[in-house]
């Protein structure tokens, strides 16, 4: 058993690295976020996801929380009083909020869910349950064993639901990963940290059981933080992650007709509906306030979209509709200048290599923002 625990150690590590190695774009803007709110101890995440249109998304909002939490409930019920879907257009007003600095989202996009989902098996869902519930530095009580042994038992029928296991797994991974990256890069003193998600059949199925594996995967990063990041920050004052508390909804609370925290998820809301009502191959949109949103709000730094297929990251970044066009003449002129010299004048060959590695790279920009 320890030989296995130690070989999920090894992996966890190694996701982890490949994850931010794709992460350090949104890092250094994630950190400047963090700076301007540095003298703010508690602070909220809030989640919505999107499985049913072009992108599959899952979206996390980073609140700062203590003064502001009043003051912004107020300002988003009066300017954002309906969800996305019961909203017929976006405004200034609501522009405005959404580009404020009080919000920081990073969306991920599940690309060739489908595939990813194939290759697990329900004996590999069985195996890692039981490696939980034998786990004894969890310290799991009965109540839970006997949701695990739910999961365990729904296993064994035709109808089992892969594709949930899948997605409850997923999400609750991706979240203590945008906590981790929030004490990486938050330097002022942490004294509580929520998740406040959605109400979701993520959060719902099985009586709340994605509470544990998120917090499985909460201890993990924060012993990658204690064992890896010293080896990567020689210099940085060690990060005191101990003393912090965490906190997530009572699961009875998504029984209850309203959560007391709905005001705030409609941030999480609006974006998400955004990114995932967005197909990218086509460029097109079912909504214009979607093209508003694209435009004037994921433009915007403090938002960020990570797509995640089955054998790559990538990051996604949306711009002005005039920086398009703005990338466009640079491409052109790029391969004026290529075609001049494929026709016979002289050129240095590593001056022909940067250009097209220019090309490359400004095409590039132009794929990943909105015609």
């Known amino acids: 058993m320890?030989?296995?625990?130690?070989?999920?150690?090894?992996?966890?590590?190694?996701?982890?690295?490949?994850?931010?190695?794709?992460?350090?774009?949104?890092?250094?803007?994630?950190?400047?976020?963090?700076?301007?709110?540095?003298?703010?101890?508690?602070?909220?995440?809030?989640?919505?996801?999107?499985?049913?249109?072009?992108?599959?998304?899952?979206?996390?909002v980073i609140v700062p929380a203590e003064k502001y939490l009043e003051a912004l409930n107020s300002l988003i019920k009066k300017v954002?009083?309906?969800?996305?879907?019961h909203t017929r257009s976006i405004d200034e007003e609501k522009r405005k909020l959404l580009t404020s600095n009080f919000f920081f989202s990073i969306s991920f996009i599940l690309?060739?869910?489908?595939?990813?989902?194939?290759?697990?098996?329900?004996?590999?869902?069985?195996?890692?349950?039981?490696?939980?519930?034998?786990?004894?530095?969890?310290?799991?009580?009965?109540?839970?064993?006997?949701?695990?042994?739910?999961?365990?038992?729904?296993t064994k029928k035709k109808n089992f639901n892969k594709k949930l296991f899948h997605r409850i797994t997923t999400t609750t991974y991706l979240a203590a990963y945008v906590e981790y990256k929030f004490i990486e890069s938050f330097k002022?003193?942490?004294?509580?940290?929520?998740?406040?998600?959605?109400?979701?059949?993520?959060?719902?199925?099985y009586k709340g059981?994605?509470?544990?594996?998120?917090?499985?995967?909460?201890?993990?990063?924060?012993?990658?933080?204690?064992?890896?990041?010293?080896?990567?920050?020689?210099?940085?004052?060690?990060?005191?992650?101990?003393?912090?508390?965490?906190?997530?909804?009572?699961?009875?609370?998504?029984?209850?007709?309203?959560?007391?925290?709905?005001?705030?998820?409609?941030?999480?809301?609006?974006?998400?509906a955004t990114i995932a009502d967005y197909n990218m191959k086509k460029s097109i949109v079912s909504h214009k306030k979607f093209i508003n949103m694209l435009e004037y709000v994921l433009t915007h730094p403090n938002h960020n979209i990570i797509n995640i297929n089955y054998n790559k990251i990538s990051n996604i970044k949306i711009l002005y509709s005039e920086e398009r066009k703005i990338l466009s003449k640079k491409i052109n002129k790029i391969s004026k200048i290529l075609e001049k010299y494929n026709n016979g004048s002289f050129c240095n060959s590593k001056r022909i290599k940067f250009l097209k590695e220019l090309q490359i790279h400004y095409k590039n920009e132009y794929d990943n923002c909105i015609k």
């Open 2 to 60: 320890q030989k296995s625990d130690e070989l999920n150690k090894i992996t966890f590590f190694n996701q982890v690295k490949y994850l931010d190695a794709n992460f350090n774009q949104i890092l250094l803007k994630l950190i400047f976020f963090c700076s301007i709110h540095k003298n703010i101890q508690k602070w909220c995440m809030y989640s919505d996801y999107s499985f049913e249109k072009a992108n599959k998304t899952i979206t996390f």
């Open 80 to 85: 954002l009083p309906k969800d996305m879907k």
């Open 111 to 154: 690309e060739n869910e489908n595939k990813m989902i194939k290759n697990i098996s329900k004996e590999l869902i069985v195996d890692y349950l039981n490696l939980i519930i034998s786990n004894k530095s969890i310290n799991i009580n009965d109540e839970t064993k006997d949701k695990i042994n739910l999961i365990i038992k729904d």
């Open 188 to 205: 002022g003193k942490l004294e509580a940290f929520g998740w406040f998600s959605d109400r979701d059949v993520i959060t719902t199925a």
């Open 209 to 272: 059981i994605y509470s544990l594996f998120y917090s499985i995967n909460r201890n993990n990063f924060l012993e990658y933080i204690e064992n890896e990041l010293p080896l990567r920050y020689i210099f940085a004052q060690p990060l005191d992650i101990k003393k912090y508390l965490i906190s997530l909804p009572a699961p009875e609370i998504f029984n209850e007709k309203e959560l007391f925290y709905d005001s705030y998820n409609r941030i999480a809301d609006y974006i998400c």
